[in-house]
């Protein structure tokens, strides 16, 4: 039995297919599914189809991402946002024009159904963004940074690795759990294509909306497979690029 987790997907099932077989996945196997699950490639309702099966096979942990949120809006309340429509949401709405009436129904319990972090028994936080409250996730005054928020990573970006734990100027974030699983911002931005570690941050985010892999890895192990580049797979779309 293995605890497993997977990046952003961003409507690449193709992809997700590949991970899936390559990490001979099974029903023992806990997958915990960092969000993003659409916007940028062409299969985003098959995604969400795909994992609404998946739970019901084995023991699923589904977090929230920002497009996803987005997604809900929109379709739980023909919200319209260019900003949206222009980061890959164009491709969602061109793929739901297929899409019958009880399926987006079935979509919208989904989405709403998504948690906005996991916490395990082992102290490992799973949070599609990040927090910004010193005092941990619970005590979040702003719930919507769970999907949004960039600070956690940039801080672990700019943190001097010489910095002992107990150096006042530690960030206390870092502190409260003994890792943290990440995705929302593409590690491909500092030209990276596999999982990156700062501090007691991993963050799974390969940049499979754009030209990278789609990764899943072994918490405990931290060995990981990854996908094709999506724009290998999706040769004739654009994705998020």
């Known amino acids: 039995m293995r605890t497993l987790v997977i990046g ?15 990490a001979k996945v099974t029903k023992n196997d806990t997958l915990i599914f960092l969000g993003d699950y659409v916007d ?9 189809d795909f994992l609404i099966a998946l739970k019901t096979k084995q023991n699923c942990i589904c977090i929230r991402g920002n ?10 309340e023909s919200k ?18 297929s899409v019958s009436l009880i399926t987006k129904k079935k979509h ?8 906005n ?17 010193m005092n941990g996730v619970e005590y979040e005054y702003f719930p919507n940074q769970f999907y949004w928020d960039r600070t956690l990573w940039e801080t672990a970006l700019s943190l001097d690795n010489r910095m002992n734990l107990d150096h006042p100027f530690y960030p206390k974030r870092f502190t409260l759990y003994n890792e943290i699983y990440i995705g929302h911002t593409p590690v491909t931005r500092i030209g990276e294509t596999t999982p990156v570690q700062k501090a007691n941050i991993w963050n799974v985010d390969t940049g499979a909306a754009f030209k990278g892999p789609l990764t899943i890895m072994d918490v405990d192990t931290k060995e990981f497979w990854q996908s094709e580049p999506l724009h290998q797979l999706y040769f004739d779309e654009k994705g998020r690029n």
């Open 108 to 115: 919208i319990e989904f989405l709403k159904s998504l948690h």
């Open 40 to 48: 940028g490639w062409s299969q985003s309702p098959q995604v969400i």
């Open 67 to 76: 497009h996803d949120d987005l997604l809900l809006e929109w379709l739980d």
């Open 117 to 133: 972090f996991f916490l395990d028994e082992q102290g490992r936080l799973f949070v599609h963004a990040g927090f910004t409250n």
């Open 80 to 97: 319209d946002n260019l900003l949206w429509y222009k980061h890959g949401g164009e491709a969602t709405v061109t793929a739901y024009e």
């Open 8 to 22: 952003d997907i961003h409507g690449g099932l193709r992809a997700l297919h590949q991970i899936m077989e390559r």
